[in-house]
Each structure stands twice: as C-alpha cells, then as structure tokens.
C-alpha cells in the first residue's frame, strides 16, 4: 500500500459523492455490456462507456429514480431527454417535483419500519447463524456430495449444457458443473443444488442475453465465476449475474466470483403487487411514483455469503424491497458494493469493502450494518434520504460515512441512528491488493477474527470463506480518474477559496426563457415548443439588495417579478442558509423551509439556491457553479475527476487551460476553461449532451479585489435545445449583473 497513491485523503478532504452523477456513473460500465453479444473486457479498461444518460433513463423507468433529470433543467417525456432547458419554479403549468421532493415529508420512514433501540443486542438471533451452520457447509469435492448428482462438464459429463442437467434434475439432486465456460442463461429449480468444481474455472456467462442465473429455493449455488451481464439496450433489460426474485433463506448464494458485471453480482428483487402497482402508476405517473411506496407482495430473504465481488459497475448486491442477510463477502473495485431501496431491510455484517466508489449506498431503507470493514474506498457509506440505519461496530479508513455533500464537493458527514457509531483505524490488511484480507501481526484486530465479535470475515472454520481476487483494476477507479493533475488543481482553486472569509454585494439576475411549456395530467413535463415570434414565455427579473456570505452560511434579501404568459408575479422575501439548511423567513418559499428538512438527520439536503430557481445566489458566479444543482466547477472534479487537455484555449484574450470533465463518455460532459492568471476561475464554461452543445456560461467579467482576489461582476448563460425542432435553438438566457460599488470582501469594502 505504501506504492499506492490515493487521491482522496484525510488530509485533502477530496472524498465525496454527488447524488445526480452517482447513477451515471454506474450505467457507464453497464453500457459496456449494451449488445447482446458483449464481451467481457479485460483488465484494461475496453468498453465504450458512452451510455450515461441511456442508462440512466432506463434505471428511471425501471425503478422510480428521477431525481438528476427533470428537477435539474431538463424536459423529461417519459421517453428521453429531449427540448433543452427550464425552470420548474416558473412553469405553473408543469408540477415541481423539486419542491415536492425536497420541500415535503413524504421520505419520513413510518415506525412500522425502526428498528427497535437494542437491535445491536438482538441481531445475532436474526441470523442464519442462530439457525445451525449445517445449512453453511458446501461440499465441493463430487466424492464428498451425498445423494443424487449430475454432472455437467464440456466432455464426459451426464450433460454438456448446466440448463438440461437442472431441468432433469429432481429435487435433493446437486448438478455438479466441471470447469468450462458456459454460455447459457439459467433457471435453477426449487430444491436443485448448483456447484462448480472451481470457482475460478467454472464460468458462467450468458454473453449479457439476459440474467445468468435466476435463483430458487431450497438451493445451495457455490463454486462458480459469474460474469458478463449489464443492460441489454435492445430489450431495455436489465441483467444480473444471479437474479434472486422471491426467494427465502433456504436459498444460499456462497463461495462464488462475481466480477465484471455492468450491473449487478446479486439482485434481490422483491415481487410487485401487479394489480396495485398498476393502480400506482395510474395514480401518481411516471415521476410522482417516486415520491410513494410501491406495493409488494413479499420481502426476499436470501443468503450472499462467502463471495467476492470484484469490479461491478453498477452495485455488488442490489436489494429492491428486500431482506436478506449479507456476511463474509469481499467487494472490492466496484462502482457501488452494496445498494438498497424501497424499505429494504437487509443484515449487513462482516464483510470487507476494498477500492471501492461506494461500499454501500441506502435509499429509503432500514438496514442492520454491523462488523464490516470499510478500507481505502472512494465515498463511503452513503445515506439517501429516507435512510434510517442501525449501524454500530463497523471500522471505516479512508471511507468516511455521510449523508449529502456541499457545492465544493465536500461530504457532510452524519451521527449513526440509532447505532453506537464507526471505528477509525487502519485494519492492517496482508495484501489488500493481492486479495488477502487477513489481519497482518500489527492489525489491531488481529484477535477479532471469529464469532460475532470479529471485524471484517468470520474466519470461524465452519463458515464460508471468500475467494481472493486480485485487485488489478477498480471500476471505482476508473469512474473517477483523480489523477494527479487533477488533485494539484482542485488544491489550488480550494487556496483561492479559503481567501474568501466574507463576502457581499447586490445584484440583478435578468432571465429570459422561450420554450412553452405543456404538461400532462400529471402535470408533468410533456412537451415544449418555442414561444412564437421569438418572444420570451418566462421573464423573471430578479434583484438582490442584499446578499451576504460568511463561510459557509448565507443571507439573501430578494425581489422577483415574473411574467409567465402575459400574467406577471412579484414576491419578495429573506432567505437564510444556516450551513446546514435553509430558512425562508418570508416570501413564497416561507411555508416551505422553516427547519431541518431531515428529523433523522440523514438524507440529501435541499440545495441552498432552491428558492427562487437556479443560479440566483451569486456565490454561484463567484466559484463557478455549473451543473443545474448549482455545484462548483472543483466540487464536479471532485466527483468523478477529469482530464487536463494539451491544447490551452484563448477566451476573451486570456490565456485559460482546457479542462473536461468527466474523463469518460461523451454524451454528458463539460468543459471548463480556467484562466490561471485569476486562480483558476472561469473564464468560459460549457456543457455537452451527446455532444450537443447545451449550456455556454461566458461573458466574465471580473474586478480585482484585495489580496489577489478576483470575483465576477458580470456573467451570460445560454442554454440551447438538444433534440427536436429546437435543437440548438436558444431556449433561455440569463445574465449576471453586480453592482460593483456594493461589494465588500472580509469585511472590508472596496
């Protein structure tokens, strides 16, 4: 580990995760898998990751999640991202699912779904360990395998394909499966055994034509590499390397390789209440559905013990409305390890999570997360909104647990609720690149080896143990490429920053939108054409008397007129941002922010420039905010990276380097022009959607303030359409205009 370096660390503070890109990034590594003939790439990085925004949609549909999308500036029509940009806030016409979701109560976790206060005192009972550990002993010797078994091997077996030997097997029979790669997808019946002789020879890979292997009960499935599933795009599938849908405890998945999936090792999908969710949809649409509870008709409750999950792209084990109990596993170089939703109520323990992005990511769920070892991840444990947590003896290093992130990209960490909190030391690992998870001689939890006491795998003899996998590549790593060019920038930009104590001033935002906006019954977006004549259908004038920075807090006095369809508006009101969340004193958004939006005080924070729309804080100017969520240039590469071009560019007679983030993908990027003779500040930002010009932020001006400071007075921004009849059409402007005399900068004025 000494040779290794890592970009994220406690002293730069560069570990984060941004909840619009985090799905993004995962569907990249699907889209590697998008033919129905993929091949499994190799250690090097061979996909072509250029589905971002496919997969992305595709994961909307299939499971409510639209957050990144139509809350941030695009048109959602239920089919694609189409017609540019605009602003929720004003488009009476059109519902704002920005406000519905982070303005309301409705992720509040009912009590039907808290643990109770001393789970940490009960979980050992909830186990399958409590069960007896007969259940856990897999017998991969044929010699050693009792009652009846057919063998499957590519020349001299019963069968020579795994599908015929378990379709004629009877149950209490085992398929024993000898070495080879096998090119099939399989369905296992109840009560069939399913072992390979070698997990690291004994290949399953249906070439990404549909799920490896959907699972059964009363099943043992061990022994095997599973591979080469992720999205079919021509069937808007989704593929998983083990599909458990339904299934019970009597369904032990252990001692398997998942790797190189683009999606995931093991989905535990909960099965749908046809009839209600049929209701659902026709009540709540396609976006409203995220914001309510899907009906289920049971909770899966399988066993993942034993494996080792190694460079999935989007998450290791995926559990949707599902239980299950989850231990002795390794995860290490996938894009998520661990991720839950929709009340998922899983057991998490002793597992290790290894160069990971995220070792687990939690949506609305309630999970037990106990025991585990988080090692040299990314991000962290991630907690969604609606997360409620029990979380105590885990050790985390270098994978601090948060909950939300701020515009530069920094996380906010969170207290575990109601758990007894984290462990911080270095596990002191063997080889943690070579696989070896054991405690060296001076781990502090060389002791902590067996039992429920132990941290990280059960090394009890009669428990199922993961296999080593060398750590070559991390898709986690190659998502985000933080390199060190990249790291030298963000330092730089964040020593600009910390010269910025306080800061204030007035100003005016002039905005100008020209899409019509139509909605459906939902009241969703449905359409959008452009106002005729050429003249604007929104104008927002937007002055700011009073706007004051003070670290991380914020104060803004505002006045807004706005001329929707002839018909013109005016509100005024006193905002606040605490650091922590806003308060609206008054104003429309008054009877919206009036405290903590989380009582559990976990889950995604409403962005601090919600009220009134987008870019209307100027701090926004002021760092650089690009992305619709208003985040900073340097938060975006905290993210995911990015990529230092040769060629420097000339804009507005300066000089500027040429960055472009993200480093993958060509369907959602940015560029970022930085001008080094002002610290890194912009001089031009651009956005791409397929390569399709969207948004242009030009125009700076500056003025230079104390200490070589330099703060923008004056910016333009342009976003264009992207598909249809307005495609690179201009559909709304802005424009920054500050009143120079007003601003002041560490308490002194100019």
């Given amino acids: 580990m000494k040779n290794i370096r890592f970009p994220f660390t406690t002293r730069t503070g560069i570990i984060i995760a941004v909840m619009?890109?985090?799905?993004?990034?995962?569907?990249?590594?699907?889209?590697?898998?998008?033919?129905?003939?993929?091949?499994?790439?190799?250690?090097?990085?061979?996909?072509?990751?250029?589905?971002?925004?496919?997969?992305?949609?595709?994961?909307?549909?299939?499971?409510?999640?639209?957050?990144?999308?139509?809350?941030?500036?695009?048109i959602f029509e239920g089919t694609g991202l189409v017609k540019g940009f605009y602003d929720p806030w004003s488009s009476p016409s059109v519902d704002n699912m920005f406000e519905a979701y982070y303005a309301t109560g409705w992720w509040n976790t009912p009590e039907i779904n808290a643990w109770p206060a001393d789970i940490s005192g009960k979980v050992e009972s909830l186990s399958i360990l409590s069960w007896g550990r007969d259940r856990l002993r897999i017998s991969t010797r044929l010699a050693d395998i009792k009652g009846t078994v057919i063998t499957v091997a590519q020349d001299g077996g019963d069968f020579k394909s795994i599908q015929q030997a378990i379709d004629a097997a009877q149950p209490g029979a085992t398929v024993f499966v000898r070495p080879g790669v096998y090119n099939e997808t399989l369905v296992l019946?109840?009560?069939?055994?399913?072992?390979?002789?070698?997990?690291y020879t004994t290949i399953i890979n249906p070439q990404n034509r549909g799920h490896a292997l959907?699972?059964?009960?009363?099943?043992?499935?061990?022994?095997?590499?599973?591979?080469?599933?992720?999205?079919?795009?021509?069937?808007?599938?989704f593929n998983a390397a083990i599909y458990a849908a339904g299934t019970d405890s009597t369904c032990i998945i252990a001692r398997n390789i998942f790797r190189e999936n683009g999606l995931f090792g093991v989905w535990i999908d909960g099965t749908a209440d046809v009839k209600g969710n049929a209701r659902f949809d026709s009540e709540h649409g396609p976006r409203g559905a995220?914001?309510?509870?899907?009906?289920?008709?049971?909770?899966?409750?399988?066993?993942?013990?034993?494996?080792?999950?190694?460079?999935?792209?989007?998450?290791?084990?995926?559990?949707?409305?599902?239980?299950g109990e989850i231990f002795n596993n390794i995860f290490l170089?996938?894009?998520?390890?661990?991720?839950?939703?929709?009340?998922s109520r899983p057991i998490i323990h002793h597992n290790v999570f290894y160069f990971n992005n995220v070792p687990m990511a939690v949506n609305r769920s309630e999970p037990v997360i106990f025991g585990n070892i988080m090692y040299s991840n990314?991000?962290?444990?991630?907690?969604?909104?609606?997360?409620?947590?029990?979380?105590?003896?885990?050790c985390t290093w270098e994978s601090p647990h948060f909950r939300d992130f701020d515009e530069a990209g920094r996380p906010y960490y969170y207290t575990p609720h109601p758990g007894t909190g984290e462990i911080t030391a270095d596990p002191g690992f063997i080889n943690p690149l070579g696989g070896d998870f054991r405690f060296g001689a001076s781990s502090p939890f060389r002791d902590k080896t067996t039992g429920f006491s132990a941290r990280g795998i059960m090394r009890d003899a009669d428990l199922p143990q993961p296999l080593p996998v060398e750590c070559k590549n991390s898709y986690g790593r190659e998502v985000l490429a933080m390199t060190g060019d990249i790291v030298d920038l963000i330092e730089k930009v964040d020593i600009e920053n910390a010269k910025i104590n306080s800061l204030s001033a007035s100003y005016k935002i002039l905005y100008e939108g020209y899409l019509d906006?139509?909605?459906?019954?939902?009241?969703?977006?449905?359409?959008?054409?452009?106002?005729?004549?050429?003249?604007?259908?929104?104008?927002?004038?937007?002055?700011?008397?009073?706007?004051?920075?003070?670290?991380?807090?914020?104060?803004?006095?505002?006045?807004?007129?706005?001329?929707?369809?002839?018909?013109?508006?005016?509100?005024?009101?006193?905002?606040?941002?605490?650091?922590?969340?806003?308060?609206?004193?008054?104003?429309?958004?008054?009877?919206?922010?009036?405290?903590?939006?989380?009582?559990?005080?976990?889950?995604e924070r409403p962005f601090r420039e919600a009220p009134g729309g987008f870019y209307r804080d100027y701090d926004q100017y002021v760092m650089g905010a690009m992305g619709s969520t208003g985040t900073f240039y340097?938060?975006?590469?905290?993210?995911?990276?990015?990529?230092?071009?040769?060629?420097?560019?000339?804009?507005?007679?300066?000089?500027?380097?040429?960055?472009?983030?993200?480093?993958?993908?060509?369907?959602?990027?940015?560029?970022?022009?930085?001008?080094?003779?002002?610290?890194?500040?912009?001089?031009?930002?651009?956005?791409?959607?397929?390569?399709?010009?969207?948004?242009?932020?030009?125009?700076?001006?500056?003025?230079?303030?104390?200490?070589?400071?330099?703060?923008?007075?004056?910016?333009?921004?342009?976003?264009?359409?992207?598909?249809?009849?307005?495609?690179?059409?201009?559909?709304?402007?802005?424009?920054?205009?500050?009143?120079?005399?007003?601003?002041?900068?560490?308490?002194?004025?100019?």
């Avoid at 289920?296 to 993942?304: A, E, L, S």
């Avoid at 969340?581 to 903590?596: C, I, M, Q």
């Fill in 517 to 603: 906006m139509k909605a459906d019954r939902y009241g969703d977006p449905a359409g959008a054409v452009l106002a005729p004549s050429g003249k604007p259908a929104v104008m927002i004038e937007y002055d700011v008397s009073e706007w004051v920075m003070e670290n991380s807090k914020r104060l803004k006095k505002y006045s807004e007129r706005t001329t929707v369809g002839g018909k013109t508006t005016e509100d005024s009101g006193v905002i606040r941002y605490n650091g922590s969340y806003l308060e609206a004193e008054s104003g429309r958004f008054a009877k919206l922010y009036h405290g903590a939006p989380d009582t559990l005080f976990v889950g």
């Fill in 290 to 323: 995220e914001l309510h509870d899907r009906p289920y008709t049971d909770y899966p409750n399988p066993v993942i013990t034993g494996n080792t999950f190694y460079r999935i792209g989007q998450r290791g084990v995926f559990c949707l409305h599902a239980r």
């Fill in 20 to 74: 619009v890109f985090t799905l993004i990034a995962g569907g990249c590594f699907g889209a590697m898998f998008r033919s129905r003939a993929a091949k499994l790439p190799t250690d090097g990085f061979e996909g072509n990751p250029d589905n971002c925004t496919k997969c992305h949609l595709l994961w909307a549909h299939r499971f409510d999640y639209y957050r990144g999308w139509d809350r941030y500036g695009y």
């Fill in 378 to 394: 990314q991000w962290g444990q991630r907690m969604l909104r609606g997360a409620n947590p029990v979380m105590f003896g885990n």
């Fill in 214 to 237: 959907v699972a059964a009960n009363h099943a043992l499935i061990a022994g095997f590499t599973f591979t080469g599933t992720g999205i079919d795009y021509e069937t808007k599938k």
């Fill in 333 to 343: 170089g996938n894009v998520k390890a661990a991720g839950l939703e929709r009340h």
């Fill in 634 to 750: 340097q938060g975006f590469l905290r993210i995911m990276g990015g990529k230092i071009m040769d060629a420097k560019a000339v804009v507005d007679g300066h000089e500027c380097i040429v960055v472009r983030y993200p480093h993958i993908g060509k369907d959602q990027y940015y560029m970022f022009y930085l001008d080094p003779e002002i610290g890194f500040r912009p001089r031009k930002m651009e956005q791409y959607y397929n390569e399709t010009l969207c948004r242009v932020m030009d125009s700076y001006r500056y003025t230079a303030l104390p200490n070589g400071i330099n703060v923008p007075v004056a910016v333009n921004v342009t976003d264009y359409g992207v598909s249809g009849s307005v495609k690179g059409e201009i559909v709304d402007t802005w424009k920054l205009l500050v009143d120079e005399k007003s601003i002041m900068i560490n308490a002194d004025s100019r």
């Fill in 189 to 199: 019946r109840d009560g069939v055994n399913l072992i390979g002789e070698d997990p």
